[in-house]
């Protein structure tokens, strides 16, 4: 048994490495962040330890202040210690893994490694965070020991946000190390693993450089504009929104000019290998600074006025952004669409300039793809995973390819001249129709015949684990299934998971389902969020109608779900990822147990849009704040209640799974996926461990609250906000309102509030904030914006 890697070394404090030092911290893993020693320090600097890991700090400080955060929360940086290569190397000898991310240059990759064989354990892996260089060419001279525990571990940039994580065994790799390290990127990082080979930018940045490369050159020849193609080549293409330039604007020009002029340098032999060939103007760029987000300008930049300007290729100078307006209002409503297959599907049938251009980037790409098999992976579906989990495509280039209908695109290829591999002539020789098919084989190129698929079962989708051939009970809002292992698995099928009428009743009777005939329920939703909050509309109109009945039926309604999941008689487990806001949030705080996707952006949002969470989100926010004082104790509850208020009050969103454990919005020993495509399984497992433990519902609690004093306490604290100018007085009045619930009312301070009296001061606020014309105001922008219920 190898011995778990508890203990790294990254040497590089650039982006990368602190990238790579933060996600291996944010998994628990104790880094040691080193760089070289500062040039040019004075001889008092020399001798101060400060001085010498500057580079390693500012490194460490850089990642700290990452906007998209690179750690979960800042005390995982608590974990990562600095130091400089001269002092600390020898602290290499007590480390698991070491990851090398300096200067992509030969020579001094060769210099680190000699000193790291003479250092590092028989245990230690040692891997390169290498874009293109050689193994062979980096081991000349290391120990055949060194060798076999030698590695590309190439990630990619945000590494926290970033799903890919490429493994490169060179020839002396042992089977054991790789495995190893395929575990820990799997099991410790959450990462999704793609085996390539050791060729110039491995997998996901050859076929990502020569699509944006073909992309650029075809603009050029075609006389579009860059705003033209960003249009084609995003989501209608079922490529991110960023599209081309804008993701090369985010990278950065140079990052993306370096992974192209190493493919050009490298790719001696390759058919296309012209493609990679940098145009004069984006050289320019690189030259006059044009860099893109990280100089304020690149393909695109914004003025002075707000408004954003596209570079000119031809004069390089900015100019008021514009296009081809056919193309731009063909692809907005391409973009609609939201089945990708469905989406390219008619993006390449569509008229004129937009089909036509599409068709040309996507054919050469996808020809490309298939020509590369067997030189940088070996299957369609590395190519595909490393596209998906890399460059954040829908659809991987042979994914894509079965979406177009695999002959119709191997017929207009030959049709236009477009080279493909004979191993695709021998494919429909063979009778294949698809790379993939629906009864999970996929066809393996190389060999020539269809094989199964190989499906790890800890990334089971609802659709696999759902039993029988209908849902056990349904709404228009909802559906519950039996997942197996008696477990009842409860789906929101609203716009965005929000929640309606219906969503509240099958909460309702999923329960008293679960209840009868499982042993556990989970609350797991499809779709790109969890729960965005209450419908907005349904609201809206109430108020706008003076509804006031209905309107305080319905949230209590909502309250009274929320309170039937936290006191069931079997575990209910909340799976919440990507934005759980306002009512998500507050499912997740009724159902009491929770799995979350690391990747899970959560807070009480209600008050940006004029009202006070209305699902009991205030009461169990709070309570779980004082859940933890021990009976007895003396304690201020109202430090306690001002933080919950801040909380609320300022919309704060914890933004990863361990930051909204931070904001108490879920508990510490609540569970976190760092796969999503685990979360579902890992909610499951969690559910029946519950059950299978001894569960029994929680007692309903009462407590002690500020009252009156608290609520003038909390007054003064808004009302100096009001005159300062940084609230308004609609502000304030909800915020005196959520200080109203959260003191447990004037006479909160004589009692022990009770859960029942809680909900009900939130649910008349609630409704009286409805009444208000400016919370009216505001909802009704919230909805002709098409926005969720969130700040």
């Known amino acids: ?28 893993v104790e880094v040691l962040l080193m760089d070289i020693v500062p040039p040019g320090l004075s001889d008092v600097e020399k001798g101060q330890r400060a001085a010498r890991n500057r580079f390693a700090s500012s490194g460490l400080e850089k990642a700290l202040k990452a906007r998209p955060a690179a750690f979960f929360h800042k005390d995982r940086a608590r974990l990562v210690s600095v130091g400089n290569i001269e002092d600390d190397l020898e602290k290499a000898r007590g480390c698991d893994l070491v990851v090398e991310a300096i200067i992509e240059q030969m020579e001094p990759k060769r210099a680190l490694f000699e000193k790291l064989d003479a250092l590092v354990a028989d245990h230690c892996i040692v891997a390169s965070n290498t874009s293109g260089l050689r193994i062979a060419e980096m081991m000349k001279g290391r120990s055949e020991g060194f060798r076999r525990r030698f590695l590309v571990m190439h990630f990619f940039n945000p590494v926290r946000y970033m799903k890919l994580l490429e493994l490169v065994a060179g020839p002396d790799t042992s089977i054991d190390t790789l495995d190893a390290v395929r575990r820990f990127g799997e099991d410790v990082l959450g990462k999704g693993i793609v085996l390539g ?25 075609e006389g579009l504009a860059p705003e033209d193609v960003d249009a084609i080549s995003g989501e209608p293409m079922a490529h991110p929104k960023s599209a081309s330039f804008r993701t090369a604007d985010l990278v950065g020009v140079d990052t993306f000019v370096h992974v192209a002029e190493n493919c050009y340098a490298s790719l001696t032999g390759d058919e296309d290998r012209k493609v990679f060939e940098v145009p004069a103007y984006i050289r320019a760029m690189v030259e006059k600074k044009l860099l893109g987000d990280k100089t304020r300008g690149g393909f695109y930049k914004r003025a002075k006025d707000g408004t954003v300007e596209t570079l000119d290729p031809k004069t390089l100078a900015y100019r008021a952004r514009g296009g081809d ?68 495509w829908e659809l991987g280039p042979f994914e894509t390819w079965d979406a177009l209908g695999f002959e119709v695109v191997v017929d207009r290829m030959k049709k236009d001249g477009v080279s493909l591999p004979p191993s695709i002539d021998k494919m429909r020789a063979s009778g294949a129709r698809a790379f993939y098919t629906d009864d999970g084989r996929v066809f393996d190129v190389l060999r020539g015949e269809y094989r199964k698929g190989e499906v790890d079962p800890r990334t089971a989708t609802l659709t696999v684990l759902r039993k029988g051939d209908s849902a056990v009970q349904k709404n228009d809002g909802a559906e519950a299934w039996d997942l197996g292992d008696g477990v009842l698995g409860l789906t929101f099928k609203t716009k965005a998971n929000s929640i309606d009428a219906d969503v509240i009743k099958m909460i309702h009777d999923s329960v008293a389902r679960a209840e009868k005939d499982f042993r556990a329920m989970v609350v797991a939703n499809e779709g790109e969020h969890f729960c965005v909050g209450a419908n907005l509309f349904l609201v809206a109109m109430a108020a706008s109608q003076q509804q006031w009945g209905p309107l305080r039926e319905m949230i209590g309604g909502f309250q009274s779900a929320c309170q039937r999941m936290k006191y069931a008689t079997v575990p209910v487990v909340a799976a919440p990822y990507g934005m759980t806001l306002g009512g998500g949030l507050e499912v997740c705080l009724g159902a009491g147990n929770v799995q979350a996707a690391a990747e899970t952006y959560a807070g009480l949002v209600e008050v940006g849009v004029g009202l006070v969470p209305g699902g009991g989100g205030t009461m169990n926010l709070l309570w779980r704040a004082l859940e933890g004082v021990p009976d007895g104790a003396t304690v201020d509850t109202y430090a306690l209640v001002t933080q919950v208020f801040k909380n609320v009050a300022l919309v704060k969103v914890g933004t990863s799974a361990e930051e909204a454990k931070a904001y108490g919005y879920f508990r510490r020993e609540d569970g976190v996926s760092f796969d999503r495509a685990r979360l579902l399984t890992e909610a499951k497992a969690r559910a029946v461990g519950l059950a299978q433990s001894g569960w029994h519902p929680p007692a309903p609690r009462a407590y002690v609250l500020p009252g009156e004093s608290g609520i003038a306490t909390l007054r003064m604290m808004v009302g100096t906000l009001v005159e300062a100018g940084q609230a308004s007085e609609h502000d304030a009045k909800i915020a005196i309102k959520l200080a109203e619930i959260l003191s447990g009312g004037v006479s909160g301070a004589s009692h022990e509030v009770t859960e029942s009296e809680m909900l009900e001061l939130e649910r008349e606020a609630f409704v009286s904030l409805c009444g208000e014309p400016k919370t009216q105001e505001r909802m009704q922008y919230m909805l002709m914006n098409n926005k969720p219920l969130r700040n």
């Open 1 to 28: 048994m190898r011995k778990p890697i508890r203990r790294a070394a990254v040497i590089g404090a650039g982006v990368m490495g602190s990238g790579i030092a933060a996600h291996l911290a944010n998994a628990g």
């Open 325 to 392: 307006k056919e193309i731009r209002n063909a692809c907005k409503e391409l973009a609609k669409i939201e089945d990708p297959k469905e989406r390219l599907r008619k993006l390449v049938a569509a008229p004129g300039k937009t089909g036509e251009f599409a068709w040309k980037v996507l054919s050469r790409s996808l020809a490309y793809s298939a020509r590369r098999l067997g030189e940088i992976a070996d299957d369609v579906v590395a190519i595909d995973d490393a596209m998906k989990w890399g460059y954040n």
């Open 197 to 221: 080979k050791d060729t110039p930018n491995f997998v996901g940045n050859r076929i990502g450089a020569h699509a944006m490369m073909t992309t650029i050159h075809l603009m050029l020849e």
